[in-house]
């Protein structure tokens, strides 16, 4: 289905449902949010791109397949969780910089467990999606 | 003791796995992988045997937060025997594999799924928080669910739907099991649970709350008559998966059993009756299922059954002796249920054929396996001075002094069926000649001596495993006897993870 509406609205609508992701799973580690919902939106982006343009066109923005995706989301939330151990606490304790980051705000290893996830949660969604809409 | 490092062997597994989805499709790398992370893993989980054995009870608080509210893992005395248990079943299996699993199934990321069906194992033994606990059972479930359909030939895809309707329902039961619980108690650590069940007045709503963790876990350990999805899903995928199901999985199920119900609920009469009569059921319907199979697989799936019973029989009766039973059986079932089915896929191997019926004159052609399958089949038995033995004496000292006749004689009509299966598995499959000479399928002769050797040493491992279990038995029971006395006063358990708070 090829539709000039759908397609001009999709350049201007992927860039921000992107930014709009990153802002909930920045928003995530204090409140509700985070890496989970984040990621889902991020993947709703590249599947309108995809409805709108062609599963391939969306490879080809992607660059990597999605799946690749998982194990670099999977290792980041690994990492993050076992951080602490090297401070000698356990496993999955908070560890944040001292000071806040402007725009972002406070950072510490939850932000990057979220990371993982958000980057899981593309990977899988697409993997599944890319997989269904490649074999019609 | 708090031990920051507790969950070692898990994150070993984990980090395995993650490795290994890095190398997709590099099935080469992934064996070398699976095979050194199992190594790791075993390393790590004698580690934290010996130290648990030195030093006690060893806990950590997840994220810092203190006992009653955040996630404790709790490593005592029989999470790290069963922790240890697995890893030596996990590096047989991961060697056995290596060979043993088609390049198809490889392709479609075996061996990171495998890794993460022993990192659940491992957070189950672990964890000392029930939902958590819950938690590791659907990683669990959902990664053997994985590896049964992997392949997706029609029995397979057919056992599969059996085993995850079923396993399904067990998580619906335990959950509903935990929500009743956390109603009447408000809390999920089980330490505290221990302490909070004992205040609870209302007696028939906690005996009604363990009986949904009864049918739970009883499903997931295959007893008597929530079984059958067992010896229907167990023979489908290859023998490498099987090893891991029928030495690990159902061992859970036990575990959660004689955690649950020696901490939270301790068994009453009528629980004990209960357990008492499902524990006699099993062993003979198991027993006679095995008596009539003539395809290896699904006869070892009856013998598992059967031999669920005699440790649901020991918990039943529920004192030192009884539990020591259980514990030493677990130990020695761990080790020899894995090892029974990867001779079934060595069996395989070498004849093309898992049929009693068309298979014969193995001993003739290749006697020194031959040797080696018979050692495990006799401490299957329990053949004395084997591993098997040890166990059923403390069983069947224990039903005497309790006056326990039915389990007994269930136990009696469960060994004797035993022998009697193994010893016409063994006359069929390796004295019989071979019912017609010209067409033998042997895929073992041409293969290369490494990879002839890969498939063996596994089975020589657990083998060598199972020899030191039983010629060792004096360690290993007074292993058993520490582990049935804090099963028996949970008081260290509980202080070990609540009443550290005051020290920090």
């Known amino acids: 289905m090829k539709s000039a509406i759908l397609q001009t609205a999709t350049r201007y609508l992927l860039p921000i449902l992107l930014l709009f992701s990153f802002f909930l799973l920045l928003r995530g580690h204090y409140f509700p949010g985070g890496g989970f919902v984040g990621g889902l939106v991020a993947s709703i982006a590249f599947v309108l791109h995809s409805l709108a343009n062609g599963t391939a066109s969306t490879m080809k923005i992607l660059g990597y397949k999605p799946i690749s995706l998982i194990p670099i989301g999977l290792a980041i939330s690994t990492v993050s969780i076992m951080l602490p151990m090297l401070f000698n606490l356990p496993p999955m304790t908070g560890l944040w910089f001292e000071e806040p980051i402007p725009v972002i705000g406070m950072i510490g290893s939850a932000l990057f467990f979220d990371l993982g996830v958000y980057l899981v949660v593309i990977g899988v969604v697409l993997t599944i999606l890319f997989t269904i809409a490649l074999d019609e | ?504």
Request: hydrophobic share 55%.
């Open chain 2, 1 to 504: 003791m708090i031990d920051n490092h507790i969950l070692a062997p898990v994150f070993v597994q984990l980090f395995t796995a993650v490795i290994q989805l890095m190398f997709w499709r590099k099935t080469l790398t992934q064996r070398y992988l699976s095979v050194g992370g199992s190594f790791i893993g075993l390393l790590v989980a004698i580690r934290l045997f010996s130290r648990v054995y030195q030093d006690g009870i060893l806990t950590m608080n997840a994220a810092n937060w203190d006992a009653p509210f955040g996630i404790v893992f709790v490593a005592d005395l029989l999470s790290v025997t069963l922790v240890l248990l697995t890893s030596i079943a996990c590096f047989a299996v991961s060697i056995f594999s290596s060979i043993g699993v088609s390049r198809q199934r490889m392709l479609y990321g075996y061996f990171p799924i495998f890794h993460f069906l022993i990192m659940g194992l491992h957070g189950a033994f672990l964890t000392g928080d029930i939902f958590n606990l819950y938690v590791y059972f659907e990683v669990i479930i959902i990664s053997s669910f994985v590896l049964m359909t992997l392949g997706g030939r029609k029995a397979q895809l057919e056992g599969a739907v059996k085993y995850m309707a079923m396993n399904i329902l067990a998580s619906m039961f335990f959950l509903t099991g935990i929500g009743l619980l956390y109603g009447l108690t408000g809390s999920l650590n089980m330490a505290d649970l221990a302490l909070k069940v004992r205040q609870v007045q209302d007696g028939t709503l906690v005996g009604i709350t363990s009986c949904f963790f009864i049918l739970g876990f009883g499903i997931k350990s295959a007893v008597f008559p929530l079984y059958y999805w067992l010896p229907s899903s167990y023979h489908t995928p290859p023998s490498a998966v099987a090893a891991t199901f029928g030495g690990l999985l159902t061992k859970v199920g036990i575990y959660a059993m004689l955690r649950v119900f020696s901490l939270i609920f301790v068994p009453d009469e009528f629980t004990r009756t209960l357990l008492m009569v499902i524990a006699c059921a099993t062993i003979l319907t198991g027993a006679f299922g095995a008596i009539i199979k003539t395809n290896i697989r699904r006869l070892f799936s009856y013998l598992i059954v059967c031999h669920i019973g005699f440790m649901i029989g020991g918990i039943a009766m529920f004192s030192k002796l009884a539990l020591m039973g259980v514990v030493f059986y677990l130990i020695h079932d761990i080790a020899v249920k894995t090892n029974m089915f990867l001779i079934a896929g060595l069996i395989r191997q070498l004849r093309g054929t898992m049929d009693m019926d068309k298979l014969g004159g193995l001993y003739r052609d290749y006697p020194k396996i031959s040797v080696l399958i018979a050692l495990v089949l006799f401490s299957l038995v329990g053949i004395p001075p084997l591993s098997g033995f040890w166990p059923k004496i403390f069983l069947f000292q224990e039903a005497f002094l309790q006056t326990q006749y039915f389990f007994v004689a269930a136990l009696i009509v469960g060994s004797f069926v035993t022998l009697y299966v193994i010893a016409n598995m063994w006359a069929q499959v390796f004295w019989k000649n071979p019912p017609r000479e010209e067409e033998v399928d042997d895929r073992f002769a041409p293969m290369q001596p490494y990879r002839k050797l890969l498939m063996v040493l596994p089975i020589g491992m657990l083998a060598l495993t199972t020899l030191y279990i039983g010629l060792n038995a004096e360690a290993i029971v007074l292993v058993a006897e520490k582990i049935s006395s804090q099963l028996i006063d949970t008081s260290t358990y509980i202080e070990a993870v609540l009443n550290k708070n005051n020290e920090l």
